[in-house]
């Protein structure tokens, strides 16, 4: 633990810290004009842009006019590319419970209007509806989440925030009850909590059969690390390592065999039906 966080775990703790933020133009992937991104100034995410690269890969399974979900969208550096895959005739929800990266992401959804259709949700995807206590690591909120179930010495956040908790099938089967047909991708960072998000949007799943690329934290507990893959396993869902798909390879997890996680992954999650044409 560092000296910082040994005091504020003492109680010694600034008060929340507000950043501005400024506007870049960003060069299209489609070579169309430039695209404007909204940077946060916290020190730790002013150089946080989109992976635009990712947008090849993302057009494996997502065509103009399909429906795409991002959990914990941050400001906006993954919910972008999901935007431009679906151009202005699909949609994506970006959910995220933080006020603070919440209001850059805001921004950034208004961004490049009639190219992209985001809509915002300042709220966390839980399994029941209500207030929920999330904690970041520092007083600019900058990174934290849900950590019910982590150590204070493991996620050490000590500045608390009450956010809203919402059920998301719920609320995609209400508002957007005839794009779930269309719902081609859904992407999780819940620091923790995403065995819990997927598990809460397990019908949805079930129905559309998405493509998903979900966070593993290396904190996870090992029962609920068997218990997600005999999740997924019963899904009918073949799993690779992102990192390692993105560069090329083919690197499949068995999930038969769950292991302690050494690092914090993302995985990427194929309907097995869907699974080979997607693998080209």
Known sequence: MKPRELLY????????????HDTIELADPNGGPPLRWVRWAHPKSRDLRPDLDELALLRRFLREGDFAIDVGAHVGDTTLPMALAVGGS?????????PATFEILELNAAANPGRTRIDCLNAAAMDQEGEFEFH????????????????????ASF???????IRLESLV???HAARIPRLRYIKTDCEGYDDQVIRSINGLVAQARPVMRIEVNRYLPQDRLAAFHADL???D?????????????????????PVKLPETIDVLALPRERAESILG
């Not at 775990?9 to 507000?18: I, S, V």
């Not at 500045?159 to 908790?165: E, I, L, M, P």
């Open 136 to 155: 970041y690591n520092d007083p600019g909120l900058t990174n934290g989440g849900y950590q019910k179930d982590v150590r204070w010495w493991q996620h």
């Open 9 to 20: 775990m003492l109680g010694l703790r600034p008060k929340h810290r507000h950043y501005g």
């Open 90 to 98: 699909g949609l994506v929800i970006a959910m995220e419970p933080n």
């Open 233 to 235: 396993r019963a899904l």
């Open 173 to 175: 089967r209400e508002h």
């Open 237 to 257: 869902y073949r799993l690779f390592h992102y990192a390692g798909f993105v560069d090329g390879r083919r690197d499949e997890i068995d999930p038969r065999a």
């Open 159 to 165: 500045f608390a925030v009450k956010v809203k908790g």
